[in-house]
């Protein structure tokens, strides 16, 4: 079953009132439990710039609403430290290029990437997958004791797993994207994580 793009859009914006009511959360987060204030001081990118990449998020989602991308495309907006991760599926070149403009629009954004996929149509059965894929790779890295799990931030798309967020080194950051491609149905793995700064000496 193909989703048309009415389809699309009423989906994206239940999803997309889900995440404003769980406004700590994230919406592909790789997060056990736990109050969403505690979630966020703990991250290591902390809770002032948790809450200025929400902020961004936010913006730009609303941009994306104004001017109907959202009814047109299947695009995602993942934010992390100002750096704005978009993911989805297009048919026209056109709106990709669009969104990345819109995104730089929004107030604090350091880099935007690119990772709209061309894709003719998106599949309830996609969708589903891609779903499951977040979710399993969600829990092995959350049950990792060697991967500080919140600091990831996941978006599947098309059996395409983006990553994004903070690694406390190379060593973390290998077992992460190891994980990911060891999840059923998963073809590939893009890796936009940056590893932690070394403390001052």
């Known amino acids: 079953m193909t989703l048309n793009p009415d389809t699309s859009f009423a989906v994206k914006r239940l999803l997309m009132a889900a995440a404003l009511l769980l406004p700590l959360t994230g919406c592909a987060a790789a997060v056990g439990g736990g109050a969403a204030v505690g979630v966020a001081a703990v ?9 200025s990449d929400l902020k961004i998020e936010t913006m730009i989602l609303k941009e994306f609403l104004v001017t109907e991308i959202k009814s047109l495309a299947v695009i995602d907006v993942e934010v ?10 297009t048919t026209k070149t056109k709106l990709a ?36 894929i977040t979710t399993q790779l969600t829990t092995k890295l959350t049950l990792d ?9 996941i ?10 967020g903070i690694a406390q080194d ?12 060891n999840v059923q149905y998963v073809r590939n793995v893009v890796n936009h994580v940056r590893i932690k700064d070394p403390p001052p000496s």
């Open 43 to 51: 991250q290591e990118r902390g809770i002032k710039t948790r809450v």
């Open 80 to 89: 992390y430290e100002g750096r704005v991760l978009l993911t989805g599926t």
């Open 97 to 132: 290029d669009q969104a990345v403009a819109l995104s730089w629009k929004a107030d604090g954004v350091k880099e935007v990437i690119n990772e709209i996929q061309l894709s003719k149509s998106s599949t309830v059965a996609n969708y589903a997958k891609d779903t499951w």
């Open 145 to 153: 004791e060697d991967v500080l799990s919140i600091n990831y931030a």
């Open 155 to 164: 978006e599947t798309v098309n059996g395409t797993v983006y990553l994004i």
């Open 170 to 181: 190379k060593k973390e950051l290998g077992r992460v994207i190891a994980h990911a491609g």
